[in-house]
């Protein structure tokens, strides 16, 4: 029930901007699917956090699939480079297990892209491997920097340009 009466306060604009991040969150968290175009409506804020909380409910709390293309947006697109790397994060999760070419595309591209943030490029090796089914065990360490020589399993990295390569040829 707090939570009907959290989202009817969002609706008639009675929670000031400051506890918006903090209110999506905890839908988020209390599987609220109710609130579900109403987060949706933060995707777009000009306030970059809430852009941010917005994709983080939808694509990691609430695996809602049909934000694929939202992730895609938020790498290609934000302004802000936590906002691509939670967009690569997203696609890694909605996508997990598939095997995804035109996902894995992507993810190599921002992977490669030596002028992205490193924390951009990171998790997208992170979303490569999840896009591949690597169980989490695989996973690199998000607390540090990666080491490309040390960290990186590049035989993944192969693995994952032959998807993408089978599928431009197919």
């Known amino acids: 029930m707090e939570c009907h009466r959290l989202l009817a306060r969002l609706r008639a604009g009675a929670i000031s901007s400051d506890q ?14 109710e609130a579900k175009p109403d987060v949706e409506g933060y995707l777009k804020h ?18 809602c699939c049909e934000h694929r293309k939202t992730c895609e947006e938020f790498i290609l697109t934000d302004s802000e480079s936590e906002n691509r790397g939670l967009g690569t994060c997203g696609l890694g999760a909605l996508l997990e297990g598939t095997r995804d070419p ?4 992507l993810l190599l591209q921002v992977f490669f892209d030596e002028g992205e943030e490193w924390h951009v490029r990171d998790s997208a090796y992170s ?20 080491d490309y020589m040390k960290d990186v399993n590049w035989e993944h990295i192969r693995v994952a340009k032959e998807i993408v390569e089978s599928a431009e040829r197919a």
Not at 46 to 63: G, P, T
Not at 102 to 105: C, Q, T
Not at 127 to 141: D, F, H, K, M, N
Request: charged residues 20%; neutral net charge; proline residues 4%.
């Open 127 to 146: 979303a490569i491997l999840y896009v591949l089914g690597r169980p989490v065990t695989e996973q690199p360490s998000a607390t540090r920097k990666l």
């Open 102 to 105: 035109n996902a894995l595309m």
């Open 20 to 33: 918006v991040y903090s209110l999506l969150h905890s839908f988020g968290e209390a599987g609220f699917l």
């Open 46 to 63: 000009e306030d970059s956090e809430l852009r941010y909380v917005a994709l983080n409910v939808l694509a990691l709390h609430w695996k």
